[in-house]
């Protein structure tokens, strides 16, 4: 079975950090079951293994970690939901682009039970809104902005890291990076959207859209 830990507060990056190494070495040995940790963080930049020292704009404003995730620049903090996954993609296929897209899928799939209906880009990992609402790109390119971010990190197959979703966050607590080294296009949340959402929410619906994209017994 998978287990899912929810959090109440925000969790020191260090200390998820310990806790996911320990969790993933556990999951490997055989010795613990899959795990999916829904949490918030305080405000914190993290640095993927592809990120670019120049699109960190502000590097005095917040705590800045070196993740050894995928990806590059992301902001974490309060009224974001991070969603950290350790499964055992060994088990589940040993494949990792086809883990990634199904990550994205999870995410649509949950966007989707409040009506929002949330996109993938080539060449741009996440999950996007079009914003038809909002002027147009200099070049003529229709506005988008991210409303999810993914980076993970494989040790022997087993997961970790994993996706964040904006619920209610600080959007001006982006400005401190080039997010995920993307430029022209926005941030933007649920509430943003104009939806009223809980984190209590979206962890329901989290929950609910799971066993659409994962076998939510786990591997075996």
Known sequence: MVEWKITDGLTD????????????ADIASGEAEECIWLLEHPPLYTAGTSARREDLTDPDRFPVFEARRGGQYTYHG????????????????????????????????????????????????????????KPALPDGTPREDKIAAIGIRLRKWVSFHGISINVDPDLGHFSGIVPCGITGHGVTSLVDLGLPVTMEDLDSALERTFPQVFDATGPG
């Open 13 to 24: 990056y260090e200390t998820a950090l310990r806790f996911m190494e320990a969790r993933v």
């Open 78 to 133: 309060p009224g974001q939901r991070v969603v950290y996954v350790m499964l055992d993609v060994g088990r589940r296929g040993h494949d990792v682009r086809r883990f990634v897209g199904q990550l994205e899928e999870w995410v649509i799939a949950t966007l989707d039970q409040f009506n929002i209906r949330g996109e993938i880009r080539p060449g741009r990992v996440g999950v996007w809104v079009s914003r038809p609402e």
